[in-house]
């Protein structure tokens, strides 16, 4: 199970941290994702991480600005998002994968295991 948090209403230009919990074991196999879908709009890829090496991997749109992180003594992982636009705007949410990173691992189809989502809204 995933428990997502973190997310709120803040002006552009901010910053904010969200948070995923995974109760259970996470295995080292496992890929932790963030997507994220914003109204209307396909849920789409932001940031993974290998558990077993820290190994991330971005979108194009959160490159330079997004850090995706984990902390295995808390079975967690984090996103760190800094210089947030209005088209950040969106349900965040964190995923899980049992398997390695592979080049599908962008597509949420990819992922068995989801969280509720936290909405990030930004302001212009």
């Known amino acids: 199970q995933l428990q997502a948090s973190g997310g709120g209403l803040v002006q552009a230009g901010s910053s904010l941290r969200l948070s995923c919990v995974a109760s259970?074991?996470?295995?080292?196999?496992?890929?932790l994702a963030w997507f994220r879908q914003a109204p209307g709009k396909e849920r789409d890829f932001v940031a993974a991480?290998?558990?077993?090496?820290?190994?991330?991997h971005y979108a194009d749109s959160a490159k330079d600005r997004f850090t995706i992180s984990r902390d295995g003594a808390k079975n967690t992982v984090y996103l760190q998002m800094n210089s947030l636009n209005p088209e950040d705007t969106a349900v965040y949410y964190c995923?899980?994968?049992?398997?390695?990173?592979?080049?599908?691992?962008?597509?949420?189809?990819?992922?068995?295991?989801w969280g509720q989502g936290t909405l990030v809204t930004v302001s212009s």
């Open positions: 259970g074991q996470i295995f080292n196999t496992y890929v």
């Open positions: 991480i290998s558990w077993s090496d820290g190994a991330t």
């Open positions: 995923a899980a994968d049992p398997s390695t990173w592979y080049e599908g691992s962008i597509y949420h189809q990819s992922y068995i295991y």
